[in-house]
């Protein structure tokens, strides 16, 4: 699926306690992409958690997205900086970090931990 | 039930420590309440932490306060919200943090965390 | 992917102790297939053990196999009965079980066991 | 609810398999109903496991028969032996098992385990 | 607490289901007695296990039939065979067994298995 | 037991590293008094987290003071402030964190964490 | 310490409930014995399991007992029988099994299981 | 290293209770040898379980033999077998199990288990 | 093998956020050396994260990287540093930090942490 | 043994990367000393933690500078600070950290932290 369509999957809705910074977490267990060297399936957790500013993510929209990458080529570094930009575009939070963990290959097991914003910014 | 009765469940007792910031935490495995969108119940686990002033949150009564949103329909981010607005209202803590901590719904498991006085404040 | 063609996917190789009744277990902990009512993704653990006769099964050629389910609608009964019928057919073992555990969906954990052979047999 | 409308709620579906001895298991890990002494609400885990023989349960029907014991006032013991009994009418199984495993209430943590066919079956 | 006392408080309601022999487990985490050596408190779980006939045992007489030993001198050995006696006068049970999981005394962890009717029997 | 007489049970011995700023620390996993409203046995694990100045705590003296409490009727709140105040009386330690941390009551599980010197001291 | 010697530290007492077959276990954390091969220190798991016959074991003495194994030179497979043949021998049980799980000596870990009658007695 | 010469490392000393039929367990938890395919390493847990008739396996000449895998290309069902023929052929046992349990490799984790004597024997 | 000729080994892929401070972690659990004082072989995990600037490390590559230090003797401390040079030197990162967490031997279980920068760079 | 002699049995190696502020841990988790109250074996794990100067412990020495303690009187407090000035004195570390944790007396289980320097340093 190309970048564009699957922002357009995201939902939000109003963040009803806005003069409050709290936090909210949502973790998926059961993420799956492909790999695009060797066309083997990835599986991995994917962890969000963010500051809502005026928007929250709709849940089971959140659900499309990520079922979204299930047949698409991408790595481990990519996919978790893309969903950390795909869901600053929608939500415009004040704060959010993004952690990927996935199963191991190879006797490698990864994380990528993406954070908005970063030291850099 | 409506908000305004459900605040008056919660009852308090005089804090016997008052010159020291001591931290108290509670935590409710058995809470539920009902999807507002799909009807479904919820389930998750309620954990209150708090350095109180002059009064400390009777036991019993939290337990039926917390019972009573058992049929209320109400989102995860608010719920956790409202349980700290209630509870601020009632003990004027020193600080506060609730954390709600939801089961997986379609793969994705949700945690909110409040706390006051936040950042923002 | 056609079940006959999925058989096909399978190799084997010959059992090098064909004079003792050893077990052999695989416990693939990535699968995944599609829900036939919802077309919602399902993931589980498929754990193959068996007694070898004369072949056994090729761990790449087994690897293939399972992902082969990836994108194809099937219900929890019946995937973890017909790659017990699929190994069968290639490998004529002793003995062999198929244990398939699926994670949650709308709260309910669901695991299925076939055996061969079974009572009936 | 009365225990005949429950029933109703229970579904079928054809047993693909019927001439193989297979077990299935559903595990309910949010089940509550409410203390017919107390009034105050139980917690606990339902498994449900069987060998079908026409039938098998469909398990979104089983997931509203379950959530129908939400308010009803009924004891541990009889909870587990009335779904038991329900399901023995509606899916006429080979075999089945129920078990009951219920949250800590004053210091005691509590069991039941039904079967069918028993050893006074 | 006299034994002959001990027992008055334990209480039965019948059994339901008299026709099936089922399992009732209870599990009380929370057993504490003292050494009758030593004077100190012991700290232990005892689990109560038993295929009912027409009486089941009531849960909050159990609880405070267990909380009478809190300050009586006893051995381990003792107060689970003493449990399993006192429980058999009252519920004449087709089956039943006691464990008591004491916690480390002097680098030793002990546990204490009775059943009825035993080997001996 | 009263207070006062309470506090007579605690021993100490001189610090034989007074030079250094170092962290003593005991687990009591078996703490056990009454609850004042019911009557009913509360448990618990005590942790005394401690740098000594002069003095440390002799064990068996502190097994003996916590033992005390066994059948005296204190809320959580209280008996680990008590704990502190009596502790700090004895010791005079440079710093000393007490958690009380309470076995489930009506679903609610309870923590009480109170240090010395705190942000109002 | 000599065998002869060191079975004269088991003590025992009446067993109170001789008519009775049930299980008593007995498990020590902290055994430990020295290489007899290398003079170094070993360490281990030893776990008593017995059906007493008109005898118990008492634990002061067990304690004691196995002790004396501190600075003995004994391999794994002899420390475990000749435990079971001095309990044996102090206890005449109807049954007695002895489990000395060690800690890991050069990527190996060691466990011993000797038993009383066993299938040759 | 070639199997005669392997099997030449293994030592062994005379069972000290040969009238007992007592179990000896030893579980090397860092096997490694090579995937005859691939050449890429692979990692295991050997566990060497069994009744001695004449002889025990000496521990140091066990590690050193099951090190001397460490390069060789060997397929798990066979490195398996290949242990247990070898100890038999040493040590003449009454009974043995070796069971290899081998890490992930392409989402697969493989268990072997061969008895002897076994069913065909 | 030749620490010059190892490091060629590594292979790294242009990194696509550059302008992003985000975490990459890859765990590594089935490394294994040699022992430069026994020649016995060392087991171990380690575990690489790093905060990357121009480049990513690629994964196969360090899959093979690893393996090169299979059968060569190296201490704890010099293998952890060693693959922090080596991958400074080929990825020059913003941060890097290596763990090198290794089994039990003689008792004793060793783990050495290395950064970059470190305090005193 | 007196602490003059058991300081000569620690030895050290030159630290080869003097110029990177590192950690090492070594972690004895059979660590084991006499109660001198009680003469009663005590059980515990040191976890020794430092950064390097010019000299890193040996392991072997380490291991038996460890085991020097074994048939020793000495309280907790005092074997955690001793072990810290010993290597201190062998050392001369840039930073170290002795954690001893000791197994469970008399229901209570202790730590023991020291550090140097400390904040009294």
Known sequence: ????????LLESFPN??????YVIIHQANE???VCPKTGQP??????????ADKKC??????????????NDGIFYE?????????LISVLKPRWMEIVGDFT???GL?????????????
Chains 1, 2, 3, 4, 5, 6, 7, 8, 9, 10 share one sequence.
């Open 1 to 8: 699926m190309k970048s564009k369509n699957r922002v357009k």
């Open 16 to 21: 009803s306690f806005p003069n409050r910074d």
């Open 31 to 33: 993420f799956t992409s």
């Open 42 to 51: 990835d599986f991995g957790m994917i962890t969000i958690k963010y500051i």
């Open 57 to 70: 993510v709709e849940l089971k929209s959140l659900k499309f997205y990520l079922q979204s990458y299930r």
């Open 78 to 86: 990519n996919v978790t900086n893309t969903i950390l930009d795909d």
């Open 104 to 106: 191991v290959r190879g």
């Open 109 to 121: 097991q990864s994380k990528v931990i993406a954070t908005y914003p970063d030291n850099k910014s």
